[in-house]
């Protein structure tokens, strides 16, 4: 058990480091382009296109981990300070993040897809990494509004002005139990995307592999 000022001490670290599992799943999947590269497939245009398209997401899954990052060091929770959601430090962090991480899913979603059609194949609704994929995806969504429901409370609730440094503050202890959770909530989510992540590569490299193999 920790002292409740150190929870929120932990707490506001947990969303940045939990990060490391979108480096991670960029570091497999490079590990995965360069066995497809080195595995004996003829070098027609589905190889160059899969390579260029998995490089691709690699390198956003990597900037997102960045951004992402960045954004959670700049968020009021970290700071302690409630109304520095209203600095220009913030307000870009945020649209960074926001925007590489919906970039990142579009990226993925669209790979998917494409390769579906062009290789005409449905048996990836029959291989158990899809509903492990779904699960998680619907995982990450359950607890992205969680994340959100305990940050909008932190602020709605936690309106106990106190003064500090000659200036009104939101009501902190309050304002820091609610971001607590806030903090768990986001930190699942990012597990969980990571997660859901994993399990798209694993299907897709169980899909395309054997047809770049055999050239349909």
């Known amino acids: 058990m920790v002292k409740r000022n150190e929870l929120y001490t932990y707490s506001k670290l947990f969303p940045v480091i939990s990060n490391l599992i979108y480096f991670i799943l960029a570091l497999y999947i490079s590990v995965k382009i360069t066995c497809l ?13 899969t390579t260029f398209a998995l490089g691709l997401i690699t390198l956003f899954l990597v900037l ?10 700049n968020t009021p929770a ?3 300070e409630p109304y520095y959601q209203d600095s220009n430090a913030y307000q870009d ?11 990142s899913s579009l990226i993925a979603l669209i790979i998917l897809i494409v390769y579906g059609i062009y290789f005409k194949t449905t048996d990836m609704f029959f291989n158990s990494n899809m509903y ?9 969504i359950v607890s992205y509004i969680g994340a959100g429901v305990f940050w909008r ?9 106190e003064v500090e440094n000659g200036q009104n503050k939101i009501g902190k202890p309050c304002f820091r139990d609610y971001q607590n959770l806030y903090n768990m909530y986001h930190t699942s989510w990012h597990l969980f995307i990571g997660f859901a992540g994993f399990f798209w590569a694993i299907l897709f490299f ?5 047809r770049l193999k055999n050239g349909k």
């Open 37 to 49: 590269n080195r595995c004996g497939i003829s070098k027609a245009w589905p190889l160059g296109m």
């Open 153 to 161: 409370v932190s602020y709605d609730e936690c309106t106990i002005e």
């Open 206 to 210: 169980e899909l395309i592999t054997p």
């Open 78 to 80: 970290f700071k302690d």
């Open 64 to 73: 997102s981990g960045i951004f992402s990052i960045l954004y959670h060091m």
């Open 132 to 140: 492990f994929l779904i699960v998680f995806i619907v995982l990450s």
């Open 93 to 103: 962090s945020l649209n960074l993040d926001s925007g590489f991480a919906m970039t």
